[in-house]
């Protein structure tokens, strides 16, 4: 058996920390490490808790879910679940969370949280333990391409760089391919 998925909930309502907890820790392959109240706690215990994977609430006070997800994505690129009231499917701030790099949305209920939380308690689960399996690319990764070039770097322009020699030909057929260009 593997050991199970690491999990921060990061949400400033008290009650929907408290209900994502006892949601996520019926589940032998999640383990809830922590829960922060806003953002700035959160970056405190993600250093100090090194979880597997994020759930995050946008309306929080200090920072809201938003900016920390995009900070978060530039600097230590992890897995998150957006877990919010604003997440409704195809909203603006649905398509922004996963725009900035959230790999999936679970709405919360506005009215009776601990109840609609619980109704939802087994796709919850699901989208966590899926998000945790996610391998998010670093900074550095998104930025190199098929070619062996890195994208700022004028030491290595396309196809240059000498490390990827032996790609770089085979890289080239491969981006008129996938760019439609030669």
Same mark, same amino acid.
């Given at each position: 058996?593997s ?6 909930? &990061?949400?400033?309502?008290a009650v929907?920390?408290q209900?994502l907890?006892?949601?996520l820790s ?5 383990e ?8 700035l ?6 250093s100090e ?7 995050l609430?946008?309306q ?5 879910g938003l ?7 530039k600097s230590?690129?992890m897995?998150v679940?957006m877990?919010?009231s604003y997440?409704?499917e195809?909203?603006?701030?649905a ?8 790999v999936?949305?679970i709405?919360?209920p506005?009215f ?8 939802i308690a087994?796709v &919850? ?15 550095r990764?998104?930025?190199?391409r098929?070619?062996?070039?890195v994208?700022g ?9 000498p490390r990827?020699?032996?790609?770089s030909?085979h890289a080239k ?10």
């Open positions: 058996m050991k199970p998925a690491k999990v921060l909930i &990061i949400d400033d309502s929907a920390r209900t907890k006892n949601i019926e589940d032998p392959e999640l809830v490490v922590g829960t922060a109240p806003d953002a706690i959160a970056l405190k215990k993600i808790l090194n979880p597997d994977v994020l759930t609430d946008v929080m006070p200090k920072m809201d900016t920390f997800l995009e900070r978060l994505m230590r690129p897995p679940v877990v919010s997440t409704q195809g909203s603006e701030t398509m922004r969370s996963l725009e900035l790099g959230a999936d949305i709405e919360k506005k009776e949280v601990r109840e609609g939380l619980n109704e087994i &919850i689960t699901d989208k966590v333990k899926a998000a945790a399996q996610a391998r998010m690319k670093t900074a990764q998104s930025f190199h098929w070619d062996g070039s994208e770097n004028p030491q290595y322009p396309a196809g240059t760089n990827h020699r032996h790609r030909t057929s491969f981006h008129g391919f996938f760019c439609n260009q030669p």
